[in-house]
């Protein structure tokens, strides 16, 4: 019996063999049912715990510790340091447990008295794992035999086993035991037994974590390429053939091949997400994910969480390990949409993951490597967002490695006819109604109209007509939602009161009047055209309207 059930009384000396054989059925059950459950739990957690409890039968067991070999992680605090060879890996104390006579019961449970960090090679627990077998030792065989002599002397320690932990040759980690008796066979055999069986249930609870992050990030991938189908379903490609889409669609055949990072531009609803499509689409990552993060739409408090993840208890209602969106792009493309809103005090840890290729969930201090390319857009002009301190001007230059600028809507006006059948066909189809009939009226009515809102208004434009042919049996379109339009007041007759002549004015004659009154309001506001007292808010105008009208009539600014 051990210790702490029969007051002291050790074990004899038959080895764990013999006792195996010749020992009643009883005696059988408190080995086998604890090795028996050690291999059947999946978390790396539970297997720790169940260790330990199977720990307590180990014949003089004062207290019980396992650690694992991980990366050096608290070397600049570590009490441990002014004995340590080397820092590029140690033992990491992760479950502890025992039966505590003084001292600082809660400080060993938690893991933060002095050992919490144990050298290879240093002391016991160090020397067992360096040389791949166990340190027995036993008071009165000098200060070698335990790391601290103080807690030997307060538990009333005799004895201490330092078991590697292995699984196929490597060592994990380490299954430390201190005895309130001196070490005889079976309780170095039964260290052993625990030990070996330990490494395998590690090894299984690891692989079981493995395959669960592998079966979530499978969901992430198979939901986002879902989303990748319908987005790709309402837009299938760019569309046009006039000079500026032709650039674009130039500078996407260069860079694509590459694994470079590029910055998209362009006003919102000129197709930004479908050109960071295309680059993904001719790229070597086709075959890999394409995530999209909406930056815009992350709440502060949740962007860190969002981009890498976190780890289980990190934060209130972090009830289970959550992959970020780095990891579920590994291997792929990461969008980032409207990059310009990220939190300043997140660019760092960004720019990190572009320089590196690393990152930490929340609430992890491991690093996580990851390979992904990079694809961000804006609307923003970010050289202005950098010189107003609202974005790191590291990360600006690491982004803007390859910028491609998609041209709005008014500067490829020869491309409308072409995106307006196609939004027809697709609103006709997805809305199961009749496809009216576009005409060359339509289509010079939709060629006139400056588009603020550029690609995405004009589908919203064509989808509003096509449901609305219904009542009319022909498309009318509400440009800049002006609604239904009314219909001119009728003119006075001849001979009542308050009528006019009727004047007709030739097309020559009204843009000679549109122009000299375009030139005045000009030469009123000193050039300008913008912001208050600009000639667009002299002639109530929308600006864009403006400089529309100005380009269409030739008026330069020697003209002004």
């Given at each position: 019996m051990a210790e702490g059930e029969s007051g002291g009384k050790v074990r004899g000396m038959e080895t764990a063999t013999e006792k195996l054989a010749h020992s009643p059925r009883e005696d059988l059950v408190w080995l086998a049912r604890p090795l028996l459950e050690l291999v059947q739990e999946r978390s790396l957690e539970g297997v720790l715990r169940k260790a330990i409890d199977a720990a307590a039968a180990i014949p003089g067991m004062a207290l019980a510790r396992v650690y694992l070999v991980e990366p050096g992680d608290i070397c600049t605090t570590c009490p441990q340091r002014p004995v340590c060879p080397d820092q590029t890996q140690c033992l990491h104390a992760v479950v502890s447990g025992g039966r505590w006579l003084h001292g600082a019961r809660e400080q060993w449970l938690r893991q933060e008295d002095d050992y919490r960090r144990v050298p290879l090679g240093v002391h016991p627990a160090g020397r067992a794992v360096s040389r791949g077998e166990a340190v027995v030792g036993r008071k009165g065989e000098g200060e070698g035999w335990i790391a601290d002599p103080a807690l030997a002397e307060r538990e009333h320690l005799l004895g201490s086993i330092h078991?590697?932990?292995?699984?196929?040759?490597?060592?994990?980690?380490?299954?430390?035991?201190?005895?309130?008796?001196?070490?005889?066979?079976?309780?170095?055999?039964?260290?052993?037994?625990?030990?070996?069986?330990?490494?395998?249930?590690?090894?299984?609870?690891?692989?079981?974590?493995?395959?669960?992050?592998?079966?979530?990030?499978?969901?992430?991938?198979?939901?986002?390429?879902?989303?990748?189908?319908?987005?790709?379903?309402?837009?299938g490609g760019i569309i046009g053939r006039?000079?500026?889409?032709?650039?674009?669609?130039?500078?996407?055949?260069?860079?694509?091949?590459?694994?470079?990072?590029?910055?998209?531009?362009?006003?919102?609803?000129?197709?930004?997400?479908?050109?960071?499509?295309?680059?993904?689409?001719?790229?070597?990552?086709?075959?890999?994910?394409?995530?999209?993060?909406?930056?815009?739409?992350?709440?502060?408090?949740?962007?860190?969480?969002?981009?890498?993840?976190?780890?289980?208890?990190?934060?209130?209602?972090?009830?289970?390990?959550?992959?970020?969106?780095?990891?579920?792009?590994?291997?792929?493309?990461?969008?980032?949409?409207?990059?310009?809103?990220?939190?300043?005090?997140?660019?760092?840890?960004?720019?990190?993951?572009?320089?590196?290729?690393?990152y930490e969930r929340v609430g992890e201090e491991q690093p996580r490597r990851v390979d992904v390319r990079v694809l961000a857009a804006t609307n923003r002009v970010l050289k202005k967002e950098m010189v107003a301190g609202r974005f790191r001007e590291d990360l600006y230059y690491r982004l803007h490695v390859v910028p491609i600028t998609v041209p709005p809507l008014r500067e490829r006006r020869e491309d409308v006819p072409l995106l307006a059948a196609h939004f027809l066909d697709h609103a006709s189809a997805r809305l199961h109604l009749r496809r009216p009939r576009l005409t060359r009226a339509h289509v010079r009515e939709l060629e006139q109209y400056d588009w603020p809102g550029n690609i995405r208004e004009l589908e919203n434009v064509i989808e509003r007509a096509v449901i609305m042919a219904r009542r009319h049996g022909r498309l009318r379109f509400d440009l800049a939602g002006e609604g239904p339009r009314a219909s001119p007041p009728a003119a006075p007759r001849a001979g009542q009161e308050g009528s006019r002549p009727q004047v007709v004015l030739p097309d020559a004659e009204v843009r000679r009047l549109e122009r000299e009154n375009i030139l005045a309001a000009l030469r009123q506001s000193g050039g300008q055209i913008r912001g208050p007292g600009g000639a667009a808010e002299l002639l109530g105008l929308k600006p864009t309207t403006l400089a529309s009208r100005i380009k269409t009539l030739g008026i330069g600014k020697a003209n002004a």
């Open positions: 078991q590697p932990i292995k699984h196929r040759g490597a060592v994990l980690g380490l299954f430390a035991v201190l005895l309130r008796a001196e070490p005889g066979p079976d309780a170095e055999t039964y260290t052993r037994v625990l030990a070996d069986h330990l490494g395998a249930a590690i090894a299984n609870a690891r692989a079981f974590e493995e395959i669960e992050r592998l079966r979530q990030q499978l969901e992430l991938h198979n939901e986002y390429l879902r989303e990748e189908i319908l987005t790709e379903g309402d837009f006039g000079p500026a889409i032709r650039n674009t669609q130039e500078q996407i055949d260069l860079v694509a091949p590459t694994d470079a990072t590029v910055l998209i531009q362009g006003e919102s609803g000129t197709g930004k997400e479908l050109v960071a499509r295309e680059v993904h689409k001719r790229s070597p990552r086709a075959a890999g994910p394409l995530v999209k993060v909406n930056c815009a739409a992350i709440p502060p408090q949740l962007y860190e969480s969002e981009f890498f993840g976190h780890a289980r208890g990190a934060f209130t209602g972090a009830l289970r390990d959550r992959a970020g969106r780095f990891e579920v792009a590994d291997g792929g493309t990461l969008f980032l949409d409207e990059v310009g809103e990220i939190p300043l005090l997140l660019q760092s840890k960004l720019l990190r993951v572009l320089q590196e290729g690393t």
